[in-house]
């Protein structure tokens, strides 16, 4: 097992746990401003020094990739979270007849908050490229 997988995967998965469980308004608030600063951080890095970012060798360069993806990641889930905190919350009214659909419901509204969320860090992983090719 890798650094990868031992380390940045459980962190990551905690701080997803800590976003979607319930009343953690000031730690979502936390998570999304951290992920805004070190997305911001990782910007002016890259924009000061572009060759270092992005050529590193294979150990070094999963690590930096976990670094260019999460936090922007992070960042959007938490805002996505606070913005729309019944989206995965479950309401009082999750049994009878239609809890089903509730259910499926609240899994897809999820669904859409993480893709939405790996999108953003996706643009901003492909933005950082363009920008060490053309800079």
């Known amino acids: 097992m890798n650094v990868v997988t031992r380390f940045f995967v459980?962190?990551?998965l905690r701080a997803v746990e800590i976003i979607e469980a319930k009343k953690q308004r000031s730690l979502r608030l936390?998570?999304?401003?951290?992920?805004?600063l070190t997305t911001l951080a990782t910007w002016l890095f890259h924009l000061t020094y572009p060759s270092v970012l992005f050529n590193q060798h294979e150990p070094l360069q999963e690590?930096?990739?976990?670094?260019?993806?999460?936090?922007?990641?992070l960042a959007v889930l938490s805002i996505e979270y606070l913005l729309w905190p019944a989206a995965y919350e479950p309401d009082a009214a999750d049994s009878g007849p239609m809890s089903g659909y509730l259910q499926l419901q609240r899994y897809d509204n999820r669904r859409r908050l993480f893709l939405t969320a790996g999108?953003?860090?996706?643009?901003?992983?492909?933005?950082?490229?363009?920008?060490?090719?053309?800079?």
């Not at 998570?31 to 805004?36: E, P, R, S, Y």
């Open 10 to 12: 459980p962190l990551l």
């Open 63 to 73: 690590i930096v990739y976990i670094l260019v993806v999460a936090p922007p990641f």
């Open 119 to 135: 999108a953003f860090s996706a643009f901003n992983l492909l933005c950082l490229l363009f920008a060490s090719r053309h800079g």
């Open 30 to 36: 936390l998570l999304a401003g951290l992920g805004l």
